[in-house]
C-alpha cells in the first residue's frame, strides 16, 4: 500500500514506457545467383516490418519497388562512379536527378551514401571524395532536396589504427586533411557519420585479448570487465566500445556533435575451417544482442543521448561474393527468403508484447547516503540517461533524491538488465511488475 501511495507522488517520464530506441535497418547487396525480385524483397521487408534500408547501389527496380512504402532508404553512389562524379559536377547533378529526384516523394529516400570505405579500398580516390560529396550536395540544392537527403561516406574502422582505449583513439594522420574536410562538409550540411564497425573482425584480429563474450554483448564477469583507464567508462561490448572511439577520432579533430550512424555491422553465422568463430550461434547471438542494445535509445558511454542507429550487414546471403568462405555468409536470410535463424527485425512486437514488464525504482525509506551514492553510480559509470532529472528539465519535479533515483535506478535497469544488470543498488532499489505509468500523472 505504501508504494502504491509512493507511485502516485511520481511524476511519469519516458523511462516508465518501453522507448523506440534507435532503429535499425538492413543492407540489401544483389550479388546473389537467385536473386529474388524487387516486389519480393519489399515484401519481405514489409511482412518483417523492417523501416529502414540501405542500397549498395541505386537500382531502379528496388526503389520502384519501395515507392509508397514508407520505408525510410539510402542510396549509394559506387566506388567506380566516385571518381566521375567527383571530377564533374554536371555528372553529380545527372545522378541525383536519375536515382534520388526521380522517385521522392513516392519513395521516401533520405541519404545517400558516397562510395564504401574510399580511403581504404581505392585510396587514390582520396582526392575527389569531397568534392564528389560537395558537387552531390549542390545537386540537391538544386532540386530543393537537400533538406530531406542527407550525404556523408562509408568510413572503415581501419582508418583508426588504435581503437582501444576509445578515449585516445584518433585517424590515421595519413588522411587528417581529407577526414577533416568530410567532417567539415558534414558538419556544415546537417548530416552524419556513417561507420562500418565490424566486431567480429576485431575479435579475430585481437587473437584473444578481449574475450568472445565482449565481442557478443555478453554480459562479464567482475574481474573481465572492460574499462577505459582514462575516463573510468565501463564498456559491456565491443561495439560500444568501436563507436566510441570513433567519437573521440572525430573530436581529436575538434568537431563536435556529429551524430554516428552504423552503415555496416554483423556476423557470419558460416566460415571456412579457418574461421572457428563465423557460427549459427555467434552470429544470432550477436544480431539479437544488437537489437536489443539498439533500441535501449541510448549512446555509448561517452554520448548517451544519442542513439546508435544501425544497419545489419546484411538480408540475403551473397553466395557470388569473392573471398573466404565467411564472406558469403552474413545474411540473415536465405534467398529464398526464410530465415537463417529467428531473428526479429523490428521494435513493434517488443512494445506491444511485453505484458510481464519488471520496473525497478528505489525503495520507500531507504537510506539517504545510499540512494545518493546509487543515484551517483547510475547517471555516471552505469550509463542511465539522467538527462530529464536535471534541473529545469521534464522530469526534474518532484525535486526528491527517492524519485530521481528511481528515474535512474529504471533508467539502467530497463536498458541492463537483459545483460546481468541486476535491480538492487546496495539494496536501495526495488523490482515491480505494476507499471508506474498507472499510478502517475505526466511530465509536464
Not at 114 to 139: F, R, T
Not at 331 to 346: D, W
Not at 369 to 397: E, M, R, S, T, V
Request: include cysteine; hydrophobic fraction near 40%.
Amino acid at each position: 500500500m505504501m508504494l502504491e501511495i509512493w507511485l502516485r507522488l511520481i511524476l511519469f517520464c519516458g523511462i516508465f514506457s518501453n522507448a523506440l530506441g534507435g532503429f535499425i535497418g538492413i543492407n540489401i547487396g544483389t550479388d546473389i545467383s537467385n536473386l529474388p525480385s524487387a516486389t519480393d524483397i519489399v515484401a519481405i521487408l514489409k511482412a518483417r516490418q523492417i523501416t529502414n534500408v540501405r542500397l549498395f547501389d541505386a537500382d531502379a527496380h528496388l526503389l520502384n519497388a519501395l515507392s509508397n512504402t514508407g520505408i525510410e532508404v539510402m542510396v549509394s553512389v559506387t566506388n567506380e562512379e566516385v571518381l566521375g562524379i567527383g571530377e564533374s559536377p554536371s555528372a553529380a547533378a545527372a545522378w541525383i536527378n536519375k536515382n534520388v529526384a526521380a522517385y521522392v516523394p513516392s519513395t521516401n529516400i533520405t541519404s545517400i551514401s558516397v562510395g564504401s570505405e574510399v580511403l581504404n579500398s581505392i585510396p587514390n580516390a582520396a582526392p575527389i571524395l569531397v568534392p564528389a560529396m560537395n558537387y552531390l550536395h549542390k545537386a540537391l540544392v538544386s532540386s530543393d532536396l537537400n533538406h530531406r537527403v542527407k550525404v556523408s561516406t562509408p568510413m572503415s574502422m581501419g582508418i583508426i589504427p588504435r581503437p582501444f582505449p576509445p578515449s585516445t583513439a584518433s585517424f590515421n594522420t595519413t588522411w587528417n586533411s581529407t577526414i577533416f574536410q568530410i567532417l567539415q562538409f558534414i558538419q556544415n550540411t546537417n548530416s552524419f557519420y556513417m561507420l562500418n564497425a565490424y566486431p567480429y573482425y576485431e575479435y579475430v584480429k585481437s587473437n584473444g585479448i578481449f574475450p568472445m563474450d565482449y565481442a557478443l554483448f555478453r554480459p562479464l564477469s567482475s574481474v573481465k570487465q572492460i574499462v577505459d583507464p582514462n575516463t573510468l567508462f565501463c564498456y559491456n561490448s565491443m561495439f560500444e566500445a568501436l563507436v566510441d572511439a570513433t567519437y573521440s577520432a572525430i573530436k581529436a579533430l575538434n568537431f563536435t556533435g556529429i551524430p554516428i550512424v552504423v552503415t555496416e555491422t554483423g556476423w557470419p553465422w558460416f566460415g571456412g575451417v579457418n574461421e572457428p568463430d563465423a557460427t549459427l550461434e555467434n552470429a544470432k547471438t550477436f544480431n539479437e544482442n544488437l537489437i536489443q542494445r539498439v533500441f535501449n535509445d541510448s549512446g555509448p558511454p561517452s554520448q548517451p543521448t544519442i542513439p546508435v542507429n544501425t544497419y545489419i550487414y546484411e538480408l540475403f546471403n551473397e553466395d557470388k561474393r569473392p573471398g573466404p568462405v565467411s564472406e558469403k555468409n552474413w545474411g540473415v536470410l536465405f534467398a529464398n527468403g526464410t530465415a537463417v535463424y529467428p531473428l526479429s527485425l523490428s521494435n513493434s512486437d517488443r512494445v506491444n508484447a511485453d505484458s510481464s514488464t519488471v520496473f525497478c525504482i528505489a525503495k520507500p525509506g531507504a537510506d539517504e547516503n545510499k540512494l545518493q551514492n546509487g543515484l551517483d553510480w547510475a547517471c555516471g559509470p552505469g550509463q542511465a540517461n539522467c538527462k530529464a532529472i536535471q534541473q529545469g528539465q521534464p522530469c526534474y519535479f518532484p525535486d526528491t533524491l527517492q524519485s530521481h533515483a528511481s528515474y535512474a535506478y529504471n533508467d539502467y535497469y530497463q536498458k541492463m538488465h537483459s545483460s546481468g544488470g541486476t535491480c538492487d543498488f546496495d539494496g536501495t532499489a526495488t523490482t515491480t511488475t505494476n507499471d508506474p505509468s498507472k499510478f502517475m500523472i505526466l511530465c509536464r
